[in-house]
């Protein structure tokens, strides 16, 4: 571990970080440009993020003593993934710094709680009730009509742990089907186009959001984002302050997004929030070449308590994911010119399975 700097962590300090994923990777690969050595902990034997790490430590989530040996060993622990046992970030909290706090991954960890604490802010969020029971789930879509989308609260993404309610869907069967989880209804929202705030919040309360992007998804998956989003600038400016209020309400320390539905009527564009991640984001891939800093070195930078990067684009950008086997396309990628290419470094190339991305910077439109 480091010396302890007057004003914070300085280069040489050890930032630990849970889960070794594409995500861990590129936070590693952040870290050591800033003179910041990574330390990953995680219970796969060949994750992707080792391979770029100074050390890692392979051990389950539960195991008690290799976490103690893990905090020991580091100057702050950060996360990849949200779904952090509750019980490890508080056995680690105790120990070592964490960043960001265990009330964030609380809040985002199930979804019923994340919408009362986003509703509770007065932001617009899409109607929802609590679903525990079968019963539960018929008076739910009683009260909020077809279509809707069953989620389960805790363990989803990528489209996993959902279900749309449509005219027709036999309700028990769609119960079945999430496997009697706790649950949360949301009413379907009537929207023009998704976007996300990937912003940052410091230790004293100093904020920044790079441009809001606009995301495509398919199958469940994001496929592409562009930046700017294409919406007004009222909506813009509404959803990054909607992003800024979240951050100080969690007094979140780190990177992180929130996505957003647009939705139009005759008052003009309305933004309305759909999920919270309390970590580095698909969407922000697009800042590593895009913007003047990256989103995972601003993420070392909030959680070592360096200064906050600049946020300001680099042009119009997108960024494409390469999902199974769109990444065997990576001769042809590295001839393109302007084409910026990442591969996460995973071994096989499975059906619906992020390997990669590639950026792209465009001129502005005059």
């Known amino acids: ?129 609590a679903v525990d029971s079968l019963a539960d789930l018929e008076q739910a879509v009683a009260r909020l009509g077809r279509p809707a989308v069953l989620k389960t609260r805790r363990f989803g993404y990528d489209g996993k742990g959902q279900i749309k ?12 089907e999430i496997g009697h989880f706790p649950a949360i209804l949301e009413g379907f929202v009537t929207f023009s186009r998704e976007v996300s705030v990937v912003a940052a919040r410091a230790a004293d309360g100093s904020f920044a959001a790079f441009d809001v992007c606009e995301n495509e998804h398919r199958d469940h998956i994001l496929a592409l984002t562009q930046v700017p989003a294409r919406i007004g600038w009222a909506a813009a400016d509404g959803a990054i302050e909607a992003a800024r209020r979240i951050g100080e309400a969690l007094s979140y320390v780190g990177v992180f997004a929130v996505e957003f539905f647009v939705v139009e009527d005759k008052t003009g564009e309305h933004v309305v929030v759909n999920e919270i991640a309390p970590r ?20 070392v930078r909030a959680v ?34 302007g084409a910026h290419l990442h591969l996460y470094g995973k071994r096989e190339a499975r059906p619906g399975r992020k390997m990669g991305h590639v950026t792209r910077i465009l001129p502005e439109v005059g």
Not at 306 to 330: H, S, Y
């Open 280 to 299: 580095v984001h698909n969407s922000g891939h697009w800042t590593s070449e895009g913007a003047q800093t990256s989103q995972f070195h601003q993420h």
């Open 1 to 129: 571990m480091s010396q302890p700097d007057p004003r914070g962590l300085g280069p040489g300090a050890v930032l630990g970080i849970l889960g070794g994923g594409q995500l861990a990777r590129m936070l590693a690969l952040g870290a050591a440009d800033l003179g910041v050595r990574a330390h990953i902990f995680a219970p796969e034997p060949d994750s992707p993020a080792y391979e770029v790490a100074a050390r890692h430590t392979i051990g389950a989530y539960e195991d008690e003593a290799a976490l103690a040996s893990f905090a020991d060993a580091v100057d702050v622990v950060t996360y990849e993934f949200e779904n952090v046992p509750a019980a490890t970030a508080a056995f680690l909290a105790a120990r070592t710094p964490l960043h960001p706090g265990a009330r964030a991954l609380a809040v985002t960890q199930d979804r019923l709680t994340e919408k009362r604490f986003v509703a509770g802010l007065g932001l617009a969020v899409a109607p929802f009730e």
């Open 304 to 337: 070592c308590g360096f200064p906050l990067g600049a946020t300001a684009r680099r042009g119009r950008v997108t960024m494409e994911n390469l999902i199974g086997a769109q990444a065997q396309d990576w001769r042809a990628l590295l001839a393109e010119p």
């Open 165 to 176: 309610i449509a005219d027709g869907v036999d309700l028990a069967q769609a119960w079945d």
